[in-house]
């Protein structure tokens, strides 16, 4: 449950990234990857918690193991897909000076 959401994410990441090229926008790139690492650190743990039961004993286990998949997997793989995209663009850019 927790993968297809950060396949989501991280192709929104590239989606956000292309945009702020065709734009221009420069530190766009890192305000993406500080959004995407915000949502998965803070925001998106709490909705996969699972519901606490008001009569047996609640353990902290599942969201202990949900925030860290997101914490650990999800920011991996933020900062993987940053990395890609980072060199991806600077061998665009160089094979666009070749061209000169």
Not at 25 to 42: A, C, D, E, K, P
Not at 53 to 59: A, S
Request: charged share 15%.
């Amino acid at each position: 449950m927790i993968l297809p959401w950060i396949i989501l994410f991280s192709i929104g990441q590239i989606i956000g990234y292309r945009i702020t090229d065709h734009f221009g926008f420069r530190t766009g790139r890192i305000l993406i990857l500080l959004s995407v690492l915000i949502h998965y650190f803070f925001i998106l743990p709490p909705w996969f918690f699972p519901e606490s039961d008001t009569e047996g004993i609640n353990c902290g286990m599942p969201a202990l193991g949900i925030t860290l998949a997101f914490w650990i997997v999800g920011g991996a793989m933020a900062i993987i897909v940053h990395l890609a995209y980072y060199f991806y663009r600077k061998s665009q850019e160089k094979d666009e000076m070749n061209m000169l």
